[in-house]
């Protein structure tokens, strides 16, 4: 019994579209992370306010911390060529 065999470059443009996707991510992420800072500040008035639950200040600070995580990789390639 023959098996037919897929050439890798069948796979080539599913890559491309995948790094493409993970860099608009990444991008996404860094920029989120990169004003976070703003939208705590406003949070912290509404805390101060009571009209912001202590839950939803915490879930702000956890998913700034995921913006972070996701986003520190964005443009890192190109850092080095402006050097």
Do not use: C, Q
Request: hydrophobic letters at 60%; glycine letters at 8%; a positive charge.
């Amino acid at each position: 019994m023959r098996y037919a065999i897929v050439p890798g470059e069948l796979f080539e443009p599913l890559g491309w579209v995948l790094a493409r996707l993970v860099a608009l991510l990444e991008g996404v992420a860094f920029w989120a992370a990169a004003t976070f800072p703003f939208v705590h500040v406003a949070a912290v008035v509404l805390y101060a306010r009571e009209s912001l639950s202590g839950t939803a200040l915490v879930l702000l600070v956890a998913l700034n911390a995921v913006a972070i995580v996701a986003g520190h990789r964005y443009n890192r390639d190109r850092a080095g060529e402006r050097r």
